[in-house]
């Protein structure tokens, strides 16, 4: 099965707001901390899968 990788984010409405938090589908808000101070160079360390 091929899946257009964007179909996704189809109602995601990103938005960056200038604090660097950000917000997708209107009511999930992440802040910069989560972004970037808590992120993993590889997807297994936050997935738990190897």
Known sequence: MIVDPTWAWF?????IAADGSLTIFETDRYTPEELWGNSKSQ???VSGVH
């Open 11 to 15: 109602g995601a409405n990103p938005v």
């Open 43 to 45: 997807i297994y360390e």
